[in-house]
């Protein structure tokens, strides 16, 4: 997962960028023929100081390796962004940043 | 000697496989406590109004000229579209955003704090050309935008 976030004049603009098949469940393997299973996030939050400010959820329809953009309000500079996904699979990822 | 090692690493894997089914069973892992429940009914929903009606309870939404949809009027490739929504609409709720024609139309909800603009970027895939809608929850009220997408080559195709 990548993320980036810049601090706007006290406004943090948080871009996030997951690597992630979001295969739909309804595609088909070209050689084999089979279907290929769905995975796919189901779940991003952003939290801001332990506090859940964005709690997203996602269908198949959102493009493979995901980008999401969202602007959180009243940072300030050390404050603590927690961004985390969750897919249908159990597999999940975290990341802490502190805004600059 | 491979194809043995292949074997043993299979194993292993379908045992560890098995263990976290068995796990989850029994309610050991529970990754939904800590993320909030997905909306499985809204999500698997086959037309626009029983999404909507399934995720926020009514599937009337006003048109509302304070929300504004940005997505391209053409794509090129339907697999990746970049839509923006985004409103100045006090106490807003929550962002959805729907494709009509694709087989499931909801494609991303997102509960807003009051501490977060109401403006969510995100990308999604378009089967063919459609209406996509971006619906906002403002005040306990649903005020909707939309735009036409046409869809040059599908995005859920194999």
């Given at each position: 997962m990548r993320v980036n976030i810049i601090n706007k004049n006290g406004q943090a603009h948080v871009r996030i960028l997951v690597k992630h098949?979001?295969?739909?469940?309804?595609?088909?393997?070209?050689?084999?023929?089979k279907i290929i299973p769905a995975h796919f996030i189901k779940h991003v939050s952003i939290e801001h100081k332990g506090q859940k400010v964005i709690n997203a959820r996602c269908g198949v329809a959102v493009s493979k390796d995901p980008f999401f953009y969202f602007k959180v309000n009243d940072v300030a500079t050390g404050d603590s962004i927690k961004i985390s996904w969750e897919d249908n699979l159990g597999k999940a990822e975290s990341k802490e940043e502190s805004i600059a | 000697m491979q194809v043995d090692l292949k074997r043993r690493l299979f194993l292993k894997g379908s045992m560890a496989a098995g263990m976290a089914t068995v796990a989850a069973a029994a309610g050991?892992?529970?990754?939904?406590v800590v993320m909030a429940a997905w909306p499985q009914g809204a999500f698997e929903a086959k037309s626009l109004d029983n999404a909507l009606n399934s995720l926020?309870?009514?599937?009337?939404a006003a048109k509302s000229h304070d929300i504004k949809i940005k997505a391209p009027?053409?794509?090129?490739?339907?697999?990746v579209v970049n839509v923006v929504v985004q409103t100045t609409m006090p106490d807003v709720e929550s962002i959805s955003i729907l494709a009509e024609k694709n087989g499931n139309p909801l494609a991303f909800t997102v509960d807003l704090s009051k501490?977060?603009?109401a403006y969510v970027k995100t990308r999604i895939k378009l089967g063919k050309t459609s209406r996509v809608v971006g619906v906002v929850k403002s005040g306990g009220k649903l005020y909707s935008a939309e735009q036409v997408v046409k869809v040059t080559v599908g995005g859920c195709g194999g």
């Open positions: 098949p979001m295969e739909t469940g309804l595609r088909k393997d070209k050689d084999s023929g | 050991l892992l529970t990754p939904n926020l309870g009514s599937a009337s009027t053409i794509a090129e490739n339907g697999s501490s977060v603009d």
